[in-house]
C-alpha cells in the first residue's frame, strides 16, 4: 500500500508565506504527476499547481507569480512555497499523485492511481 500525508498547513496573515510538504510513502518505484488541489467551504476542488516526474509545472492563473511547485523525487515528496497570500487562498490542501508505481522484490510490480492526502488547513487572515 502506499499513502500520502501532507504537512505545513496553518494560520498565516494575508501577505505572508507558508510551505506544504506532501511525503509518499510505501515501497514506491516512481511516481507520475504529482499535484495540489485546493477546496474552500461551498466550493469544488480545483488544481493549484502541478508537476511532472521530469520537472515540467503547471498553474493556476490565481496562483501564478506567488506560489512554486517543486519534489524530490529521491524523497518522494512534493513541496508547495506559497508566497504573498491572500484571504482567497484559505482551503483545505490536497497532495495528489496521477500513479504511484511500487518496488517490489518479486513479482510485478503494483499501480497505485488517483491517489490523495488527507489535506491539510491553509487560512489566510485578513
Known amino acids: 500500500q502506499v499513502q500520502l500525508v501532507e504537512s505545513g498547513g496553518g494560520l498565516v496573515q494575508a501577505g505572508g508565506s507558508l510551505r506544504l510538504s506532501c511525503a509518499a510513502s510505501g515501497s514506491i518505484f516512481s511516481i507520475n504527476t504529482m499535484g495540489w488541489y485546493r477546496q474552500a467551504p461551498g466550493k469544488q476542488r480545483e488544481l493549484v499547481a502541478s508537476i511532472t516526474s521530469g520537472g515540467g509545472t503547471n498553474y493556476a492563473d490565481s496562483v501564478k507569480g506567488r506560489f512554486t511547485i517543486s519534489r524530490d523525487n529521491a524523497k518522494n515528496t512534493v513541496y508547495l512555497q506559497m508566497n504573498s497570500l491572500k484571504p482567497e487562498d484559505t482551503a483545505v490542501y490536497y497532495c495528489?499523485?496521477?500513479?504511484?508505481?511500487?518496488?517490489?522484490?518479486?513479482?510485478?510490480?503494483?499501480?497505485?492511481?488517483?491517489?490523495w492526502g488527507q489535506g491539510t488547513q491553509v487560512t489566510v487572515s485578513s
Open positions: 495528489n499523485a496521477d500513479r504511484i508505481t511500487t518496488a517490489r522484490a518479486i513479482g510485478p510490480r503494483l499501480f497505485f492511481d488517483d491517489q
